[in-house]
């Protein structure tokens, strides 16, 4: 009896109001393949709505085009303003929602525990992080982004990959369910 090949395609997602990475990664018999990376350009939207709006339409677009079976999304790290939070968790949301109205199991990952991942380093640079990554998944320096979204998401993606198989300690959620059940303070209830 012949054996097919697992194939497994995570999506890699780098949350911003501004610029939005994403990767996507196929995983064949265990190996990781680059399959696409980019950005999603906020840019020339004024307004915070419209752009959550755009969020929306480009990852939906993206999960019907690559149709992944996971997604690996980076934590928001804490700043100190808390406008720019709000706004970068409504984004990570939106991406979030997207994923799982098509029933795509979410990791999400530190930057620290990503960053450490690819390079051993959880204080690297998004340099260091992106020199790594092509070096792994063997693509050309040409092939590098502008804009180091993109290879962040891409890490993300490849952090997930290789806590497949493993226990893992992250967050992760099978539906909204899940998400509740898991985050009871984070969800208010009207009564």
């Not at 064949?28 to 004024?46: S, V």
């Not at 085009?65 to 808390?82: H, Q, R, T």
């Not at 991406?95 to 380093?121: C, F, H, Q």
Request: charged share 25%; net charge positive; hydrophobic share 45%.
């Amino acid at each position: 009896m012949k054996q097919t090949a697992k194939e497994n395609i995570i999506l890699g997602i780098d949350p911003g109001t501004t610029i939005m990475g994403y990767g996507i990664l196929r995983v064949l018999n265990g190996k990781p393949e680059l399959i696409a990376m980019g950005i999603i350009d906020l840019r020339k939207f004024a307004n915070h709505y419209l752009k959550l709006k755009h969020i929306h339409e480009r990852v939906l677009s993206i999960i019907e085009s690559y149709l992944p079976d996971e997604m690996a999304i980076e934590a928001p790290f804490y700043g100190k303003n808390v406008q720019s939070m709000l706004k970068l968790g409504r984004a990570q949301g939106v991406a979030m929602a997207v994923a799982l109205s098509r029933d795509i199991p979410i990791t999400e990952y530190a930057p620290l525990k990503i960053k450490m991942a690819i390079t051993g380093n959880g204080q690297a640079s998004k340099e260091q992080v992106a020199d790594m990554l092509q070096r792994m998944l063997h693509f050309r320096k040409e092939d590098m982004p502008t804009f180091m979204d993109a290879t962040d998401a891409l890490a993300a993606a490849y952090c997930h990959f290789l806590q497949m198989g493993r226990p893992t300690t992250e967050k992760s959620y099978r539906d909204w369910k899940d998400f509740i059940a898991k985050n009871p303070a984070k969800v208010a209830v009207n009564r």
